[in-house]
């Protein structure tokens, strides 16, 4: 099993510039969730997909902001234009729910993208 | 909102027992879950509990209570390689919201 695959690894950008992120999921796992990471703020959901389709994006911080899930095996998260305070680190994480609802299922993340916006 | 309450750092030595305490106040509560993760790494997936009550897995232990709001990872026969920082979440009621706390972040000593 391979995991959650996010590239790229890093990227550094210059403010203004946009930034897209992208992230394929377990093959199977039928939700798709990004989060931010910052020291200050911790782990922060900003949007989610069940069978491909955005549920709850409340978590984006402004429109600069946007993504999508164009197929069940990959989705981009974008930044544009990007700006210094969107530095972190961004995790896809996706899961497996049975049934309606199951949920001991937990969150398989990838390894992050770390974003640094000069 | 949702407020996740976790002490930021502790430390501990080698062999011992550490427990993390994490209080919550969220919307609708579903089940609370323990993360793991070292510097630099993904979290990754410790324990799930939805019932009152304790769970047991290995040298990891987390308990529930709900009319309180409080949970606690329990962590024994400290090793060096524990050194990691322990993320509490909760899944809110009729949702698929993991929202996390901030993190306590565990050092252990020789």
């Known amino acids: 099993d391979a995991g959650v695959i996010q590239s790229p690894r890093h990227e550094v950008t210059e403010m203004g510039q946009e930034v897209t992120l992208r992230c394929k999921p377990i093959?199977?796992?039928?939700?798709l969730f990004w989060y931010r990471q910052t020291m200050m703020r911790g782990l922060e959901l900003l949007i989610y997909f069940n069978n491909n389709v955005p549920i709850d994006d409340s978590g984006m911080p402004e429109d600069r902001f946007s993504a999508k899930m164009p197929n069940a095996s990959f989705s981009t998260l974008k930044i544009q234009p990007s700006e210094p305070r969107d530095s972190a680190v961004y995790f896809c994480?996706?899961?497996?729910?049975?049934?309606?609802?199951?949920?001991?299922?937990?969150?398989?993340f990838g390894n992050g993208t770390r974003l640094t916006v000069t | 909102g949702q407020n996740i309450d976790q002490p930021t750092e502790m430390t501990a030595t080698e062999g011992a027992i550490v427990q993390i305490n994490c209080t919550y106040q969220t919307s609708g509560f579903n089940g609370l879950f323990w993360y793991q993760q070292h510097a630099g790494e993904a979290p990754t997936f410790l324990s799930y509990?939805?019932?009152?009550g304790l769970e047991e897995k290995g040298r990891f232990s987390s308990f529930l209570s709900r009319s309180k709001g409080y949970s606690y990872l329990l962590l024994k026969e400290l090793q060096m390689k524990d050194s990691a920082s322990y993320l509490c979440?909760?899944?809110?009621?009729?949702?698929?919201?993991?929202?996390f706390g901030t993190g306590t972040r565990l050092q252990v000593f020789p």
């Open positions: 093959s199977g796992h039928d939700y």
């Open positions: 509990n939805v019932l009152d």
């Open positions: 994480a996706s899961s497996f729910r049975q049934g309606i609802r199951s949920y001991n299922s937990p969150l398989h």
């Open positions: 979440a909760v899944l809110l009621y009729n949702t698929d919201k993991l929202i």
